[in-house]
């Protein structure tokens, strides 16, 4: 048996146990709708994700097959709401790659607090922030490194494409596994015991909380904010985009920016061949050029 006779076999053997058949043409075409909504590019190894996620939407919807779901999504603009929900990923975690924090408390905040206070405005913008854990911690390193943060003018906008974990991050409310990499001392200043009958967690203090605004927003789209922007978090997205979708993103981003100004990307992204508007200063951090 040739290696192709295999595959062939392999997907015909799959097809039989799919609870929905799952045909060439409907990987296409979600695939090709997905990257037109959102700029992920599914490639062929993410084929059985997009059915596993997609199968859900099928049995919520009671529907047949998955033609069924495509002519669904030509007429439903909320059901497109819930491909895009389905389909993007939301792993996050409080004080993911820490050096990004300690590059903001040390490098930029640090610098600003021997200023001393005034009228200085600090514009954050979190991009993709999921359930909120990247907003919020931004948020405690602000509080934690300026003198007297109420008396700045600091705002921090935190956006998702996705409305449900949009809405998970408004209500601030974690379980304790999610707070295991927030110090004690960290989670009796900014969280307040919460217990939800015989469910134990945590929820952000109100001092954390004033400094984030959620909006739901798609990258793929227009950006609102007029800028500037001091730093920019867009951490373990462009991964998902091809590059000239990234080559877009960053032309838009980098006209919000000034000379000096940060942006962070997650550790397996790059600015290589992408954009020459940003000078690499540290580990995946740059600087507006």
Request: some cysteine; hydrophobic content about 40%; aromatic content about 8%.
């Amino acid at each position: 048996m040739t290696p192709r006779s295999a595959r062939l076999l392999d997907s015909a053997t799959t097809q039989r146990l799919r609870e929905f058949a799952f045909q060439e043409e409907d990987f296409q075409a979600l695939r090709a709708l997905v990257k037109s909504l959102t700029g992920i590019h599914l490639t062929e190894q993410k084929r059985e994700l997009v059915y596993g996620r997609l199968t859900r939407r099928l049995r919520a919807l009671r529907l047949r097959s998955f033609a069924e779901y495509r002519e669904l999504l030509s007429r439903d603009e909320r059901e497109l709401a819930e491909l895009c929900n389905a389909i993007t990923t939301n792993l996050t975690s409080f004080f993911r790659e820490p050096h990004h924090f300690q590059y903001l408390r040390e490098q930029w905040l640090a610098p600003l607090a021997a200023e001393g206070c005034g009228a200085r405005r600090l514009r954050i913008w979190s991009a993709a922030c999921s359930s909120g854990e990247e907003p919020y911690s931004i948020a405690m390193t602000v509080l934690e490194n300026l003198p007297s943060p109420e008396r700045w003018d600091v705002r921090i906008l935190a956006t998702d494409l996705d409305s449900e974990v949009l809405e998970r991050a408004q209500r601030g409310v974690y379980p304790l596994e999610r707070l295991n990499g927030v110090s004690a001392e960290r989670q009796a200043r900014f969280f307040h015991e919460l217990r939800e009958g015989r469910t134990a967690g945590r929820q952000i203090a109100s001092e954390v909380a004033a400094l984030v605004k959620f909006k739901q927003l798609n990258l793929m789209q227009s950006l609102p904010m007029k800028g500037p922007l001091d730093v920019v978090f867009c951490r373990n997205v462009v991964i998902y985009f091809d590059k000239d979708t990234q080559r877009d993103l960053f032309a838009r981003i980098s006209r919000l920016q000034r000379s000096g100004d940060l942006l962070f990307l997650g550790h397996s992204e790059s600015l290589f061949k992408v954009s020459e508007s940003y000078a690499l200063i540290g580990k995946s951090i740059y600087r507006r050029i």
